[in-house]
């Protein structure tokens, strides 16, 4: 089953920020990931964080690791319309074989104008 | 550099019908994964290679679906006899060193 949860849903008007969050269960979590599906099209990675950060940034693009709630967000700065999307959030686990990634399933964005 | 390719992009069979989809994996990329997405959920692992090895199949259904990856570049995935609940968006992904997966754009499936 999926143990990686995400809302299913967020509105946001152009120009706000966007935070998009997403809870894991498994603590032996290595890699934490944010990827950003349009439709008909495949999986963009947008960025990651090793376990051992509490934070990353990357342009427009906050990620913040919180691993004692095991809480991952999303921060879109300056949002805009190209940004609606389903976001999904994944982990890569010790317990797994290296590379393979749980993914939630998905918070849709809509920017509105 | 070119990304992950994938053919065909649409296909539909009817139910017990057979259907194969191919990837090409960015040049050099040794990981080779499938995924599964159904719609309105994540992508599932079906099956992972290092090369042309298998690291990880278990969650295949290995009575319908197969995979190979013989010269360790080109894929194929196969679904023998197919069903309705193999309806889906079949993902392939490369990675060079397993902490990035970069994405194909996928195959639709629909079975009738």
């Known amino acids: 089953g999926e143990d990686v949860e995400q809302s299913l849903f967020l509105s946001v008007r152009e120009g706000d920020s966007s935070v998009i969050n997403c809870t894991y269960t498994?603590?032996?979590?290595?890699?934490l990931y944010w990827y950003k599906q349009e439709p008909g099209a495949g999986l963009q990675l947008l960025t990651y964080?090793?376990?051992?950060?509490d934070m990353k940034q990357d342009q427009r693009l906050t990620v913040l690791l919180n691993k004692k709630d095991k809480h991952l967000s999303l921060r879109i700065a300056d949002t805009q319309t190209g940004d609606s999307a389903i976001y999904f959030c994944?982990?890569?686990?010790?317990?797994?074989?290296?590379?393979?990634?749980?993914f939630g399933a998905g918070t849709q964005v809509v920017v509105t104008p | 550099e070119a990304g992950v390719a994938q053919s065909p992009r649409y296909k539909i069979i009817e139910k017990r019908q057979s259907v194969a989809f191919w990837c090409n994996p960015i040049?050099?990329?040794?990981?080779l994964y499938w995924y599964q997405q159904i719609l309105g959920q994540g992508p599932k692992l079906l099956i992972q290679?290092?090369?042309?090895?298998?690291?990880?199949d278990s969650q295949l259904p290995k009575d319908r679906f197969s995979a190979e990856r013989l010269k360790g570049v080109d894929s194929t995935l196969k679904i023998q006899p197919a069903k309705l609940e193999d309806s889906a968006v079949y993902l392939c992904?490369?990675?060079?060193?397993?902490?990035?997966?970069?994405f194909g754009p996928g195959t639709r499936l629909t079975v009738t």
């Open positions: 992904a490369s990675s060079l060193d397993q902490t990035e997966q970069y």
């Open positions: 498994d603590s032996s979590s290595t890699y």
């Open positions: 964080i090793f376990s051992n950060m």
């Open positions: 994944a982990e890569s686990r010790l317990t797994d074989s290296w590379g393979k990634l749980q």
């Open positions: 040049s050099g990329h040794a990981t």
């Open positions: 290679f290092q090369n042309n090895g298998v690291v990880d």
